[in-house]
């Protein structure tokens, strides 16, 4: 089970109707003065949503950090559709290769290098915006996997992007249904990671 501590959580400054929300919530489960209660990530979608669900990705737990690699990269994954560029894609493989143990850091930072150099070349085209906010949703998947990681809200800023990707690549009359089925289809990537993780198994 995925789950981080309320003093990890409290340790990255969390906003605080969510975590007065939170307190409420767990305090039949602890003392008062107890953080060391570990909170599910499925309580905290349930409870708080999917963005805060995606913000607590900087609380968790080394071990479980190649984990978040992994969901994050599945998040924005739906977004490439939108670059032909294959710098971005490329780099959501190394990371997947090197949350899994088959790639090293060497080609981690090789591959983020060459993502954000894409998100670059697309900011430089206003008609190329869609595209931009694809490469920068494999950027922020990347800098889950490096130093950057738990300085940056890298999970919920990557979902963020692929959603107004979305929207942004459909005509405006359905961009807001457009944007809602994307954090939608977030959020069922998320639960549906959560579950496997529960199960033990695997993701790919």
């Not at 979608?45 to 071990?63: E, P, Q, T």
């Not at 790639?103 to 085209?125: G, K, P, S, Y």
Request: aromatic share 6%.
């Amino acid at each position: 089970m995925i789950a981080v501590s309320l003093q990890s959580i409290r340790d990255h400054n969390p906003c605080r109707p969510s975590w007065e929300q939170l307190l409420r919530h767990t305090r039949p489960h602890r003392t008062a003065r107890d953080l060391t209660y570990r909170v599910p990530l499925r309580t905290i979608i349930d409870l708080l949503g999917l963005d805060d669900a995606l913000w607590a990705f900087r609380a968790l737990d080394k071990a479980d950090t190649k984990w978040g690699v992994l969901t994050t990269c599945d998040v924005v994954e739906p977004a490439m559709q939108y670059i032909d560029d294959p710098r971005p894609m490329e780099c959501l493989c190394v990371m997947r290769a090197w949350a899994r143990g088959e790639a090293t850091a060497a080609e981690r930072t090789v591959a983020l290098a060459a993502a954000w150099a894409a998100e670059r070349v697309a900011e430089q085209d206003v008609a190329r915006a869609v595209e931009w906010a694809a490469a920068r949703a494999a950027v922020w998947a990347a800098v889950w996997s490096t130093e950057l990681i738990g300085t940056r809200n890298a999970a919920l800023e990557a979902a963020r992007a692929v959603a107004w990707a979305t929207a942004q690549s459909t005509e405006w009359g359905i961009a807001r249904d457009a944007h809602a089925d994307a954090r939608a289809e977030q959020e069922k990537i998320l639960r549906d990671a959560l579950a496997h993780a529960s199960r033990g198994e695997r993701l790919k």
